[in-house]
């Protein structure tokens, strides 16, 4: 991998990780372009960085948010922190029941499926155009609900369903607050990325041949792309969700969709 593809990608993994259009999908169609192996060790090794970059945007971003939650838990009290803690586990749930279920499946899923990547997205254009539709209220995330938004997010890990998307609409297609829904989406996913990050970790170490050969500057490059960009987006994408700005986000995943359909199809 190249300097510029690092930082290309590494681009794309920090706009597309919080903007509602899918990270993975985006991803896979980055590296179709540069023709690079998906399956690699290499791959690997870069999709472990780029994630650790866009989980430390998310940590800065909600550091007074995270610390307020820990100080609540560490109360030891049924408060509202440990409420939303317990909400948070709740909707890992189904995430994790399918990851340790279907993890050589879900992989193989990685692997140049451009056909699949462009009907997930159509489907996550969809849920975007509903929710930007729905009308606002003030419902707290509750068991139930971080349930439904968990089993949102465990299907988001199909390539072109976005896992902000599908949490996202979820969460304000059951009637929760726009700004709570934002929050609570971005926060979910923070257990289940460092969880990511520490097994992928672990793989590549227990790969003899998976750390020979890397060169360390287009993976610190495509880390520092991901933050960065992690944290614009990131700003940007609570601000849309609260003015109901995601019908220009579905129509942007109609087009991407269409065409990766069409270039498959014909």
């Not at 969880?195 to 993976?219: C, F, H, N, Y």
Request: net charge neutral; aromatic share 10%; proline share 2%.
């Amino acid at each position: 991998m190249s300097i510029i593809e690092a930082i290309i990608l590494g681009l794309i993994q920090g706009i597309t990780e919080f903007l509602p259009v899918s990270s993975s999908g985006h991803l896979q169609i980055g590296n179709s372009l540069f023709g690079l192996d998906q399956s690699g060790g290499e791959n690997l090794s870069f999709s472990v960085v780029v994630h650790a970059g866009t989980a430390l945007s998310t940590i800065v971003i909600f550091r007074k948010d995270i610390l307020q939650i820990l100080y609540g838990l560490l109360q030891f009290k049924w408060n509202d922190e440990t409420k939303f803690a317990v909400s948070i586990l709740i909707s890992m749930l189904p995430v994790t029941f399918l990851g340790l279920l279907y993890e050589k499946e879900l992989e193989e899923l990685f692997n140049d499926q451009l056909l699949l990547v462009g009907a997930m997205l159509f489907i996550t254009g969809a849920l975007l155009y509903l929710a930007d539709k729905a009308k606002q209220t003030n419902k707290e995330v509750r068991g139930a609900e971080a349930f439904i938004i968990g089993f949102a997010q465990a299907i988001a890990v199909l390539p072109g369903i976005s896992r902000s998307g599908a949490t996202i609409s979820t969460s304000v297609l059951l009637g929760i607050d726009r700004r709570k829904a934002a929050r609570f989406s971005f926060l979910m996913v923070l257990p289940v990325i460092l969880g990511k990050i520490i097994l992928d970790t672990r793989e590549m170490v227990s790969d003899e041949a998976g750390g020979q050969g890397l060169d360390l500057l287009p993976l610190l490059l495509g880390f520092f792309a991901a933050f960065v960009t992690g944290l614009i987006a990131c700003k940007w994408m609570i601000a849309l969700v609260r003015r109901a700005k995601l019908k220009f986000f579905s129509l942007y995943c109609f087009a991407v969709a269409g065409v990766l359909l069409i270039y498959e199809l014909v």
